[in-house]
């Protein structure tokens, strides 16, 4: 006889040890002590899971805490607090709330506009309108950045564009790297095909009256930034509002207000007039 699953609801305290369940779903207090499998997670309570979870969907406006790792079919949303002191696994992972795994969170999709914290990251495509802290190597395919990302390893991409800020305390390396101007993104060393550090259209015109006004009212104290970092290598280099220590390429822009301390070119070299090099060699 085939074994049927149940649905586990629990609207107040109690104590499992783990199963196998068709959905749970837990708007009181649970906690399980052992390994839990179910075709559908979802808590808007708190669950304490003491072992490994296994579903094909999970969805949390609570808090999720777990010793374990979590591994999931389909799709994982979390709106209040999940952390995991294992991995997490899913092909989509939307986060608008908090998601923090102590080893590897992975996906082929991941969107970010609330918080996530991971030792390690992959995924085919990174979406981030929030933040996210990664301690280790962030690796996508395609990374876009409209909040807050921090990495203290590295990042390895195809392809990188940039609107928010992005801290790098590795090397950035990718085919396509593309950062806002202004934005005061940090960086140790960028290695790819073609980098672009530019202004978007937005920060013109109007944008730059208030950056100016704020400028003003702060007593100087800008809140924006030139992007920095210690070494840029790249075949195409096009750079503004931008500090760096040394860039190394093919052809080389650089546009305003940069601050450059060694370049070296094998192609062609454009220097604005309001940007300082202080060296410069054709290689």
């Known amino acids: 006889m ?14 499992l040890v783990g199963g196998d369940y068709k959905k749970v779903h837990i708007s009181g207090s649970g906690t399980f002590s052992g390994d839990l499998n179910c075709d559908t997670f979802q808590t808007s309570g708190k669950a304490n899971l003491e072992g490994n979870l296994l579903t094909n969907q999970f969805y949390s406006s609570g808090k999720v805490l777990s010793t374990g790792a979590l591994s999931c079919q389909e799709e994982i949303k979390v709106s209040g607090k999940a952390c995991f002191e294992k991995s ?12 923090e795994s102590f080893e590897q969170i992975s996906g082929e999709k991941v969107k970010v506009s609330g918080c996530v914290r991971a030792k390690s990251m992959k995924a085919d495509e990174v979406f981030i309108s929030g ?21 203290s390893g590295g990042i390895e991409v195809e392809q990188i564009k940039v609107a928010g800020h992005v801290s790098c305390e590795g090397l950035l390396s990718g085919e396509s790297v593309r950062l806002e101007a202004m934005s005061g993104s940090t ?8 980098v672009e550090i530019m202004r978007s259209s937005m920060e013109s015109g109007m944008t730059q009256m208030v950056g100016s006004l704020l400028n003003t009212l702060m007593g100087g104290l800008s809140p924006l930034k030139k992007v920095s970092g ?11 509002y931008a500090k760096i220590s040394k860039i190394s390429g093919h052809d080389i822009i650089i546009g305003p207000n940069c601050v450059i301390d060694e370049i070296e070119y094998s192609g062609s070299l454009s220097i ?4 300082v090099v202080h060296h410069q060699v054709m290689v």
Not at 135 to 141: D, K, N, R, S, T
């Open 131 to 151: 933040s996210m802290n990664v301690q280790e190597l962030l690796q996508a395919q395609e990374l876009t950045v409209s909040g807050w990302l921090n990495v």
């Open 2 to 15: 085939d074994h049927k699953k149940q649905n586990l609801n629990i609207s107040s305290k109690l104590h």
């Open 272 to 275: 604005d007039e309001s940007s």
């Open 187 to 194: 960086f140790k060393e960028i290695g790819a095909t073609e």
């Open 230 to 240: 210690e070494l840029i290598e790249a075949d195409t280099i096009t750079v503004e």
């Open 88 to 99: 997490v696994t899913a092909k989509e992972i939307i986060v608008s709330g908090i998601l």
